[in-house]
């Protein structure tokens, strides 16, 4: 990606900031290497208005000078499975897989690692590009256990997670390992407190907040869908 002049800027203003791409990653709130997988793999082929935005304040810059006028080519893609769908003329699907664990939220509820893919969910590209801000590879799909998220999230909904997000945020919904188990969660940062900590709050009014120290907290990632069921 080095012929890419909007690449090329972001290095040239990092270097001026005496900043790396890591520092980067976290300015904008992403895993520290995507600014790596942006500027060195072209993944994503371009940033979405958000991140731009977000990355120009940060730079000090204006953010049209982030702006790809034209989109850079894309990498050969991998042809499908045999039996994927083929969608709309001119719309491309992108397989998501289901991950063989729940993701409890209520209490206590022990899970295993990711084990197994379950199935594959087809979603249009362009969808999780630009609508998601994310990138394919990145997405799993988790089913839910319990009733403490209701009824915002249901027993038995889906989630659509991005794990690339593995930051928590005050009032975003994360799937973490809470040092006891497997939960969805609106989190809520307590940087003041010694050891510093988060709050995990539920949307049932049954189930009371609760905290965990954030070097317990294993952040899986972002929760952008729900996929309730009918």
Known sequence: MQSDPIRQRIRDLLRERDATMRDASRAIGRNPAYMHQFLERGVPRVLNSHDRRTLAAWLGCDAEELRHAVVPPRK?????????????????????????????????????EYV???????????????????????????????????????????????????????????????????????????????????RLISSNPEYEPYTCLAEDAHIVGKVLWTLARA
């Open 76 to 112: 050969p893609r991998r042809k499908g499975p045999r039996g994927a769908p083929r969608g709309l003329p001119g719309v491309r699907l992108t397989a998501i897989p289901e991950v063989e664990v729940e993701a409890s939220a209520g209490f206590g509820a022990l899970n295993d």
């Open 116 to 198: 197994a893919e379950t199935a594959r969910w087809y979603l249009p590209e362009t969808v999780i590009r630009h609508e998601c801000g994310a990138t394919p590879d990145n997405l799993r799909i988790l089913r839910v256990r319990g009733e403490s998220m209701e009824p915002e999230i249901r027993d038995g909904d889906r989630l659509l997670v991005d794990t690339a997000r593995r930051i928590p945020a005050t009032g975003e919904l994360f799937v973490l390992w809470d040092g006891a188990g497997l939960v969805v969660k609106r989190t809520e940062i307590q940087p003041d407190a010694d050891p510093p900590k988060l």
